[in-house]
């Protein structure tokens, strides 16, 4: 059973990577931004417009559940056993906190982060166009990641869970072919 998670700043790819990843591997790609966004809740939408993270049960509540979902489903396909909880999960943990109920609670085995040049993710992002992607929320968005990210390290670090770096810069297949590196 694999249970790996692409960290990255908003913009690094994490999605596109983390979707090619999961085709590549034949498992589920999970996204605890496309939950939040797809959740019809009105408050985690207003939340989202913003560079504020949706609380961490919040997050983990729905990312266990989609799990929980997956797990049955893969489970009456007939997928062997040790297969079933395999998945790639992006945009989760955004907080320490977070982070240690990822070691504890999903059992995660490889963490991949995504790296790219603050200007690169400026520039993707106002191509993306979401209502979030204006200048000043993005710019808070990385400023929040960048100061939580080093809390989530510790508590990988502190699991025995190696963080591998990648360069995610260029197309989406050199980028790919650096993840499958990785692995």
Do not use: H
Not at 123 to 144: S, T, Y
């Amino acid at each position: 059973m694999k249970r790996i998670i692409l960290l990255g700043a908003p913009g690094s790819g994490k999605s596109t990577q983390g979707q090619k990843l999961a085709e590549f591997l034949g498992c589920p790609w999970v996204s605890t931004g496309e939950l939040l966004r797809g959740s019809g809740d009105a408050q985690i939408a207003e939340t989202l417009k913003t560079a504020r993270l949706v609380d961490d049960e919040t997050v983990f509540l729905m990312l266990t559940g989609e799990l929980g979902k997956l797990e049955k489903q893969r489970r009456a396909q007939g997928v062997a056993e040790d297969e079933v909880l395999s998945a790639v999960i992006d945009g989760f943990p955004r907080t320490g906190a977070q982070a240690e109920l990822a070691v504890s609670g999903l059992g995660v085995t490889e963490v991949i982060e995504i790296s790219v040049p603050d200007e690169e993710i400026y520039a993707r992002l106002r191509v993306r166009g979401r209502e979030q992607d204006i200048d000043e929320v993005v710019a808070e968005r990385i400023e929040i990641y960048e100061r939580m990210k080093s809390e989530v390290i510790t508590v990988f670090d502190r699991a025995g869970v190696s963080i591998r770096k990648v360069n995610g810069v260029g197309t989406m297949d050199e980028v790919f072919e650096r993840v499958k590196e990785v692995l």
